[in-house]
């Protein structure tokens, strides 16, 4: 990639020696014979990625035009060139910021090894930068305003918008989706969101417990109200007094336990375990399960009337094949969170590898992405992730419904052709019933009449 290099020196032989060399290493070449010319070259320039300067020029001294360049922009790299007996003056221009010398008489070898190591210094710093920015961009629009919610795709932004408008209730909540789609991000980001906000925000993972252990993890117990019992201990309830309680999986709460936070849920008041005394708390409840409930309703394994109590405000959440448009971000997301502490020189994923990705059922969705990007970083070499780093579901070794990823491909080509591929599976499962192709691809029935006829499939 060419860059623009400026060379300062009001030596013409040594000004059109370096500008010679610079050219043939591709790059162009902007020259001034002072100082001042320098300044103003480099004004004109915005996008110049390094300096060479003489350090002895009449006027205006390579240490001041360090000094100016440095207020123009602090981050474009300088180099110094000095002359025998001059060693000192430059060690003090590099104090003051400037990369590196360059001593007189120099080798075009040595100008080349310093220009690129610059340009890399140079590219490097811009990725960093383009990587905060984009780290910000994330924390601000996609998932700061929900907590780690990550998301740009239509299905997502309905999701955002519906914990807006629910946040703003103190109704129950009831979200539904298949295990890692995110139901306490999104139960975190309802409370954050709240006039509970200040609040405590308490969990309780009601599938975890047995029976005995979750009704003391409900309502607490009273010193020896049962064998182990030697202090008495607050409940969930009591805890997310003033704030949130969410019940996560639900739907593995034992029947005999329904009946107690029923009571519990309807008259805001509950007794600990061996006690007498009823304790009344103001707590919002937020529950969440990846259940059928209607179908365990009806089979009997869950109290309608707890069901409905629960239920007031329903909310399902996608399946990361449902939202392919945000794996990509995702993706970007989960390397700027792992990779500090996993593998820090690791900033991006090859185009290849993303296709991976893209192309994977993710049948654990958003927890199993960040659990193969963790994988993926682990074993990355270089300043990207690629194929090789892959885990082996990725690279086709685990996961026989994989597409296929075409090779020698641009990224927007890999995601169209995979694009074509998943249409194409979703309307031979749905033995081509358009409605329910649509249904299994997430889409409307108009867009996939659009895909359809681009794709020439039907």
């Not at 296929?404 to 749905?430: C, F, G, N, T």
Request: hydrophobic share 40%; with cysteine.
């Amino acid at each position: 990639m060419s860059s623009s290099i400026l060379i300062i020196d009001d030596n013409e032989t040594i000004r059109e020696g370096l500008a010679h060399t610079v050219k043939r290493m591709g790059h162009v070449p902007l020259k001034a014979s002072s100082g001042a010319g320098g300044i103003e070259l480099f004004q004109q320039n915005p996008g110049i990625a390094f300096v060479i300067s003489d350090l002895k020029m009449d006027g205006m001294d390579g240490v001041a035009v360090l000094q100016k360049i440095k207020e123009l922009d602090p981050e474009v790299p300088m180099m110094i060139i000095t002359g025998f007996g001059t060693v000192e003056t430059a060690v003090e221009a590099m104090k003051l910021g400037a990369f590196d010398f360059l001593t007189k008489p120099f080798a075009p070898e040595l100008v080349r090894l310093k220009v690129e190591r610059a340009l890399e210094l140079r590219a490097a710093h811009n990725e960093k930068h383009r990587l905060a920015a984009h780290n910000e961009y994330l924390q601000d629009e996609e998932k700061g305003q929900f907590a780690d919610l990550v998301g740009g795709s239509d299905i997502m932004k309905k999701v955002f918008k519906t914990i807006e408008k629910v946040a703003k209730t103190d109704s129950s909540v009831f979200i539904w989706g298949e295990s890692g789609t995110g139901k306490e991000l999104v139960a975190r980001a309802i409370h954050n969101h709240s006039k509970r906000k200040d609040g405590p925000f308490i969990k309780v993972n009601c599938g975890a417990l047995t029976e005995t252990l979750l009704e003391s993890e409900l309502f607490g117990h009273e010193k020896g109200a049962f064998t182990g019992a030697i202090k008495t201990k607050m409940g969930r309830f009591e805890l997310a007094d003033g704030g949130t309680l969410f019940l996560d999986e639900i739907g593995d709460i034992p029947m005999s336990m329904q009946v107690k936070l029923l009571r519990a849920l309807q008259e805001q008041e509950f007794e600990r375990v061996g006690g007498e005394h009823a304790i009344n708390v103001d707590v919002r409840i937020v529950s969440a399960t990846n259940k059928d409930l209607d179908k365990e309703v009806a089979e009997g394994r869950f109290r309608e009337d707890l069901y409905y109590r629960l239920h007031i405000i329903p909310m399902t959440l996608p399946a990361l094949r449902e939202r392919r448009d945000d794996i990509g971000l995702l993706v970007s997301h989960f390397i700027a969170k792992l990779a500090p502490k996993t593998n820090p020189e690791v900033h991006a994923i090859a185009d290849d590898a993303l296709g991976r990705f893209m192309a994977y059922a993710w049948p654990g969705n958003v927890r199993e992405l960040e659990n193969m990007v963790e994988q993926s970083l682990v074993f990355a070499e270089g300043s990207e992730i690629g194929v090789d780093a892959l885990p082996a579901q990725l690279q086709g070794r685990g996961d026989e419904d994989r597409l296929e990823v075409p090779k020698e491909m641009s990224l927007p080509d890999i995601l169209e052709d995979l694009e074509r591929q998943l249409i194409l599976k979703a309307y031979e499962k749905a033995k081509g019933v358009k409605t329910e192709t649509a249904r299994l691809l997430g889409i409307k029935t108009s867009a996939l009449y659009y895909k359809l006829e681009k794709y020439e499939i039907a």
